[in-house]
T-cell receptor
Framework: EAQVTQNPRYLITVTGKKLTVTCSQN?????MSWYRQDPGLGLRQIYY???????DKGDVPEGYKVSRKEKRNFPLILESPSPNQTSLYFC????????????FGPGTRLTVL | GDSVTQMEGPVTLSEEAFLTINCTYT??????LFWYVQYPGEGLQLLLK?????DKGSNKGFEATYRKETTSFHLEKGSVQVSDSAVYFC??????????FGPGTSLSVIP
């Protein structure tokens, strides 16, 4: 089954404790992206990747890191989480090109205390 | 810059009512247009899309037509069901893979 998986689905952590949210897709998509969703703010892009070893900042990259060492994986790293990073996070992937839709993971709800 | 605007809601309708969610876009080129739906507790999924002017996307009774002259892509459904309760996002995508989402419209359908 074609899908985007994220882990963990729920995470409660404390300020400053490094964490990684994993994202993996099995559709051989070149493009992958991370979003955060907050009430009243919609979806905001954090980072994206056009292909392996190619990453770029989205609209709200501060406090986040990403890497793309393999085509299927695109982990999101919070080196020193803060309470303002409490949010719902989505990973998405797609083929390159404007005609192609994005496929989204189920989301990771992160709470930073 | 490029943007997508849609009515934010929340929208509450009775079952079998007609639904319209307005969406307009600004873009320097000719983007593809999408409607995504997010059911409670889930990620977004594609509802329908249109890739050029006058294209009509349709799925699950929903329809939207790419109107270049009015830069719009309004979502419509003739008779909504309780199971259509969700958040609906309009989005554009350009030739350089930039995706812009609207703020989302929350729809509640009551029996």
């Amino acid at each position: 089954e074609a899908q985007v998986t994220q882990n963990p689905r729920y995470l409660i952590t404390v300020t400053g404790k490094k964490l990684t949210v994993t994202c993996s897709q099995n559709m051989n998509h070149e493009y992958m992206s991370w979003y955060r969703q907050d009430p009243g703010l919609g979806l905001r892009q954090i980072y994206y990747s056009m292909n392996v070893e190619v990453t770029d900042k989205g609209d709200v990259p501060e406090g986040y890191k990403v890497s793309r060492k393999e085509k299927r994986n695109f982990p999101l790293i919070l080196e020193s989480p803060s309470p303002n990073q409490t949010s719902l996070y989505f990973c998405a992937s797609s083929l390159r090109g404007q005609y192609n839709e994005q496929f989204f993971g189920p989301g990771t709800r992160l709470t930073v205390l | 810059g490029d943007s997508v605007t849609q009515m934010e809601g929340p929208v509450t309708l009775s079952e079998e009512a007609f639904l319209t969610i307005n969406c307009t876009y600004t873009a320097t080129g000719y983007p593809s247009l999408f409607w995504y739906v997010q059911y409670p507790g889930e990620g977004l999924q594609l509802l329908l899309k249109a890739t050029k002017a006058d294209d009509k996307g349709s799925n699950k009774g929903f329809e939207a037509t790419y109107r270049k002259e009015t830069t719009s892509f309004h979502l419509e459904k003739g008779s909504v069901q309780v199971s259509d309760s969700a958040v609906y996002f309009c989005a554009s995508k350009t030739s350089y893979d930039k995706v812009i989402f609207g703020p989302g419209t929350s729809l509640s359908v009551i029996p």
